[in-house]
C-alpha cells in the first residue's frame, strides 16, 4: 500500500502564512501528477494547485500569487506554501497523487489517490 502523509496545517492569523507538506511512501513506481485540494464546510472539494514531474504549475485564480506549490521528486513529496492568508481560506486541505506502485509484483495505477487531510484555520 501507498500513504500520503499531510502535515504542517493549524490556526494561523489573517496575513500570516503556513507550509503544509505531503509526504509519500511505499513501493512506488511513479508519481505523474500531484495536487493539492480544499472543501470548506458545505463546498466542493476544488483544486488549490497542481504540479507535474517536470515541474509545470496551475493555480486557482483565488490563491494565485500568495500560494506557490513545489515537489521534491526524490524524495516523493510535495508541499504548498501559504502567504497572505485570508479567513476564506480556511478549509480541510489534501494531498493528491496520480501514481503508480507495486502491489507485490503487479503495478496499480491510482489516478487519484488521497492523503487524509489536514486543517487550515485562518482567524484572528
Known amino acids: 500500500q501507498v500513504q500520503l502523509v499531510e502535515s504542517g496545517g493549524g490556526l494561523v492569523q489573517p496575513g500570516g502564512s503556513l507550509r503544509l507538506s505531503c509526504a509519500a511512501s511505499g513501493s512506488i513506481f511513479v508519481i505523474n501528477g500531484m495536487g493539492w485540494y480544499r472543501q470548506a464546510p458545505g463546498k466542493q472539494r476544488e483544486l488549490v494547485a497542481a504540479i507535474t514531474s517536470g515541474g509545470s504549475t496551475d493555480y486557482a485564480d483565488s490563491v494565485k500569487g500568495r500560494f506557490t506549490i513545489s515537489r521534491d521528486n526524490a524524495k516523493n513529496t510535495v508541499s504548498l506554501q501559504m502567504n497572505s492568508l485570508k479567513p476564506e481560506d480556511t478549509a480541510v486541505y489534501y494531498c493528491?497523487?496520480?501514481?503508480?506502485?507495486?502491489?507485490?509484483?503487479?503495478?496499480?495505477?491510482?489516478?487519484?489517490?488521497w492523503g487524509q487531510g489536514t486543517q487550515v484555520t485562518v482567524s484572528s
Open positions: 493528491n497523487a496520480d501514481l503508480k506502485y507495486y502491489r507485490g509484483s503487479y503495478l496499480t495505477h491510482e489516478y487519484d489517490y
